[in-house]
Nanobody
Framework: QVQLVESGGGVVQPGGSLRLSCVAP????????MAWFRQAPGKQREFVAA??????NTLDSVKGRFTISRDNTRNTVSLQMSSLKPEDTAVYYC?????????????WGQGTQVTVSS
């Protein structure tokens, strides 16, 4: 019933830019931590960036290049990616998560492919 709709993936040359977007239901967007993860072939899924109404956090390796933001009027979280490198190539996933006591509620988007290649 909870659907995270992702868009924006594609193929870009090194040094290029892409903007990923994730639209969430309002009740999810307003109360959950929204985040981006990525998974490269043969590697574990890793955290990239997260955002709430009051804070943001980003992976050290992408700081200064990636910016996470949210548009509260559209229930959309975005990941602006600049100065892309081949090692950024991965499937990028949108995630919404909250923890109430010992109950964790987490939802994932379908993933969008980002390929950085010349």
């Amino acid at each position: 019933q909870v659907q995270l709709v992702e868009s924006g993936g594609g193929v870009v040359q090194p040094g290029g830019s892409l903007r990923l977007s994730c639209v969430a239901p309002e009740n999810i967007f307003s109360t959950y931590i929204m985040a981006w993860f990525r998974q490269a072939p043969g590697k574990q899924r890793e955290f990239v960036a997260a955002i709430t109404s009051s804070w943001t956090n980003t992976l050290d390796s992408v700081k200064g290049r990636f910016t996470i933001s949210r548009d509260n009027t559209r229930n959309t979280v975005s990941l602006q990616m600049s100065s892309l490198k081949p090692e950024d190539t991965a499937v990028y996933y949108c995630n919404a998560k909250r923890t109430i006591g010992n109950i964790v509620q987490s939802y994932w988007g379908q993933g969008t492919q980002v390929t950085v290649s010349s």
